[in-house]
């Protein structure tokens, strides 16, 4: 399985982005795939995740300007980021869990500045 995250990039403050994960097969055989961030210095934290029948959680940092949504036709999910603060700032992992394995992609990076 691979993973292949995409759509970062340097946006000011306020700004929006849209991350997307595409995977190489079809995620329904995923129970759980998710965005993860790692700022510099700091450990890798979940930002948002997704279940097969499309439950979302998030990190209460993100709630009310991220959502997370999946479409099973493009094999991908998606992270929108709006109102982004320079805290945002990390690269973006997506994580995929199956009920043997997890999976992770390259990461995307996100730069949030004035």
């Known amino acids: 399985v691979q993973l292949q995250a995409s759509g970062g990039g340097q946006v000011q403050i306020g700004g929006s982005l849209r991350l997307s994960c595409a995977a190489s097969g079809s995620i329904f055989s995923f129970n759980v795939m998710g965005w993860y961030r790692q700022a510099p210095g700091k450990q890798r934290e979940l930002v948002a995740d997704?279940?097969?029948?499309?439950?979302?959680s998030s990190a209460d940092s993100v709630k009310g300007r991220f959502s997370i949504s999946r479409d099973n036709a493009k094999n991908t999910i998606y992270l929108q980021m709006n109102s982004l603060k320079p805290e945002d700032t990390g690269v973006y992992y997506c994580?995929?869990?199956?009920?043997?394995?997890?999976?992770w992609g390259q990461g995307t990076l996100v730069t949030v500045s004035s």
């Open positions: 994580k995929a869990r199956s009920s043997f394995d997890n999976y």
């Open positions: 997704i279940t097969r029948d499309s439950r979302t």
